[in-house]
């Protein structure tokens, strides 16, 4: 399923570039993650058993979570290269895979809920990461304290402003500015380990247990900021498809993980020499000298941290949308060579409104950390009900095998979730609210689509019949050039095609009917992307396969698929496309505010023609009223 490793200088390559994009999230969460730990939240004194123990905890969870699970295990499941939780959905439970119907749609719904959750952790991970940053500047003086958010917007709002120029020309610093950025993270935590070398005992895995049985329901709360440690693991997997499973695993095993280790060692040990330090021990390890450097390396690090998380969403929905979950939302390129490139304007400016709002609501890094952490958990369990359902399909481990597995990351991660819970009424209600609303919007959608694919499936006549038809006891007139009919229903006629006779009475002399399919891998190859077939009456059936990673591209479709005659030629070819308009009714199938809901989605979705990449002056549109 991998494709060949990459060596040498490519490996180095994708390496940083791995070390810029991946690794943003979790390598700056020790801006934050110690400190809350101790926060008055919980109330836990800077004890030395309490710092190693919690320390032990942070150490085993990376080792276990990330490296085990993720690196180990987890990219191992790569859908033909592509990574991420509707990528893992569509490997484990394919469209024509068997089986019990409503288990699966309860697990397909799982990891669509999983998908949903990671806009919630896209919306808080540039408001967390870089508000902790900017809060540097207290340490430095106090006079910058009423500054501190101002700047923050103002960095959120430049941040979100300059995603409409691309990521391509940033991009290229961001694996140097990184590779700064953990090599700071390393050469701080050394200078706070000769502080207090009795810090490295925390490796043994027994001071966290005995930090869980001696603070029992303390020690249980503050598991909930221990996962602060691990949130961004998810990307590795979501990011798997631009670099490679060695690369990443390379970047993390050779700098990263390393640097943490050491990081959250030397704050631990200054911790140790000095408890005061608690308040914010990132900062004070380094000299004062140095502070207002370690501000601006903060700020960039957490602003590309912030940058992978909106590219991420990007992609994500640009991958609900070709699954069905979500209608057509403008997409614009910011790069001519590269397909990855995009920017989404709608996604863009909902994901800064609520960044700045999360700023402005809770005012402090720490404040907001109480609403961190929840959504990451659900995901990452999501993901591990998938992989164990991927794991049986695709390697045919045995029930036991996968299980055992499983079973030791679902008891970890539900314990990670519960103490989460804990944080509901202190702001964690935040990103589920997020996350339920995306998920009620997508299952919407989904089950919208379905109804009106079902009301018009039974009124479209047999293609066969409707040509056998028109070529034994019709004469049509024909006009010049050629006509392209859009059509979900590769059998049925399309219902284009029969408004167009009803009412024009003529067709083309060149008829074509296209039907784009999104398969459940992420890249078609070029040699599988069309189907042609000659058809009576002088028609021809055009079926396009697309993986739910790429972008359907009409002309460049039509250009170089393998059809009967001339080339076409944009310039003479009409495009002939229904579009529906819902109708809320009184009916079983969806309550009516549902209806509603779906109704207002499909009138603000991107036109077809524009998703499509077909000439606006070359499209005509047929509509029609369904009643779900």
Same mark, same amino acid.
């Given at each position: ?12 390559? %994708? ?19 110690? +400190? ?43 859908? +033909?290269?592509?990574?991420? $939780?509707?990528?893992? @959905? ?63 917007? $103002?960095?959120?709002?430049? /941040? ?6 691309? #990521? ?5 610093? =961001?694996?140097?500015? @990184? ?14 380990? %000769? ?35 691990? #949130?961004?693991?998810?990307? /590795? ?5 631009? =670099? ?28 140790? &020499? ?66 990855? *490139? ?15 709002? /999360? ?14 952490? $929840? ?11 998938? =992989? ?32 989460? !819970? ?19 919007? @997508? ?64 067709? &083309? ?5 296209? #039907? ?23 028609? *021809?059936?055009?079926?396009? &396969? ?16 393998? /059809? ?8 003479? #070819?009409?495009?002939?496309?229904? +579009? ?14 549902? *209806?509603? !809901?779906?109704?207002?989605?499909? +009138? ?19 509509? @029609?009223?369904?009643?779900?």
């Amino acid at each position: 399923m991998e494709s060949k490793p990459a060596t040498g200088r490519h490996l180095a390559l %994708l390496t940083l570039g791995a070390l810029g994009v991946v690794y943003g999230d979790i390598g700056t969460s020790p801006l934050y993650a110690l +400190r809350e730990c101790f926060r008055d939240a919980h109330s836990l004194p800077p004890s030395p058993a309490n710092v190693l123990g919690v320390l032990s905890l942070i150490f085993w969870s990376l080792l276990l979570i990330v490296s085990l699970k993720y690196l180990a295990l987890v990219l191992r499941a790569n859908n +033909r290269g592509e990574g991420g $939780i509707l990528a893992l @959905m569509a490997l484990a439970f394919p469209k024509r895979a068997p089986g019990a119907s409503r288990r699966r749609a309860l697990l397909i719904g799982l990891g669509v809920f999983g998908a949903a959750l990671l806009y919630g952790d896209g919306i808080i991970t540039p408001a967390i990461s870089v508000l902790s940053a900017v809060e540097g500047l207290n340490i430095a003086t106090p006079a910058f304290e009423h500054f501190v958010i101002p700047i923050t917007v $103002i960095t959120l709002v430049g /941040l979100f402003a300059a995603q409409s120029r691309g #990521t391509g020309k940033v991009g290229t610093v =961001f694996g140097p500015v @990184m590779v700064l950025w953990f090599v700071s993270l390393a050469l701080l935590g050394l200078r706070g380990i %000769l502080k207090s070398p009795q810090v490295l005992w925390c490796f043994d895995p027994l001071l966290g247990l005995d930090f869980l049985v001696r603070n029992r329901w303390t020690g249980f709360a503050v598991l909930g900021a221990v996962f602060l440690a691990v #949130t961004g693991a998810e990307a /590795l997997y979501a990011d798997l498809g631009h =670099f490679g499973a060695r690369p990443i695993r390379v970047a993390w095993f050779g700098l990263v993980l390393p640097a943490l280790f050491l990081n959250y060692l030397g704050q631990g040990a200054l911790v140790l &020499h000095d408890p005061e330090s608690i308040e914010n021990p990132f900062y004070l390890l380094a000299p004062h000298w140095a502070l207002y450097l370690l501000v601006g390396l903060s700020t960039a690090a957490t602003v590309i941290a912030s940058q992978a998380l909106i590219s991420g969403a990007f992609s994500l929905t640009i991958q609900a949308i070709q699954l069905g979950y979500l209608p057509r939302m403008a997409v614009k390129h910011t790069s001519s060579t590269e397909r990855g *490139q995009i920017y989404l304007p709608h996604i863009n400016w909902a994901l800064m409104l609520a960044c700045i709002a /999360l700023v402005l609501g809770f005012g402090s890094s720490s404040s907001m950390a109480s609403a961190y952490g $929840i959504a990451v958990t659900l995901t990452m369990l999501s993901t591990t009900v998938l =992989f164990f359902f991927a794991a049986r399909r695709v390697w045919s481990w045995s029930i036991w095998h996968a299980g055992s597995v499983c079973a030791v990351f679902l008891i970890v991660e539900t314990a990670f979730f519960a103490a989460n !819970l804990l944080k509901v009424l202190r702001g964690g209600w935040v990103p589920l609210v997020v996350g339920l609303v995306i998920f009620l919007l @997508m299952s919407t959608w989904k089950k919208g689509r379905a109804l009106v694919w079902n009301k018009l499936r039974p009124a479209s006549m047999p293609l066969e019949m409707f040509l056998d038809d028109l070529d034994r006891h019709r004469k049509v007139p024909r006009v010049p050039g050629t006509a392209v009919f859009m059509t979900a229903n590769p059998e049925g006629t399309p219902i284009a095609l029969l408004h167009n006779l009803k009412h024009n009475k003529v067709l &083309h002399e060149r008829n074509l009917i296209l #039907t784009i399919v999104t398969d459940d891998v992420p890249q078609v190859e070029a040699a599988k992307r069309s189907e042609v077939q000659k058809l009576a009456a002088g028609f *021809q059936r055009l079926i396009a &396969h697309y993986g739910f990673m790429e972008e359907p591209n009409v002309p460049e479709l039509l250009a170089a698929a393998p /059809l009967g005659g001339e080339p076409i030629n944009l310039h003479r #070819t009409t495009f002939f496309l229904s +579009r529906e308009s819902i109708v809320p009714t009184r009916s079983p199938t969806m309550v009516r505010w549902r *209806q509603w !809901l779906f109704a207002v989605m499909g +009138r603000n979705a991107q036109p077809a023609s524009s998703f499509y990449r077909i000439p606006a002056n070359r499209v005509v549109e047929l509509g @029609m009223q369904v009643e779900i």
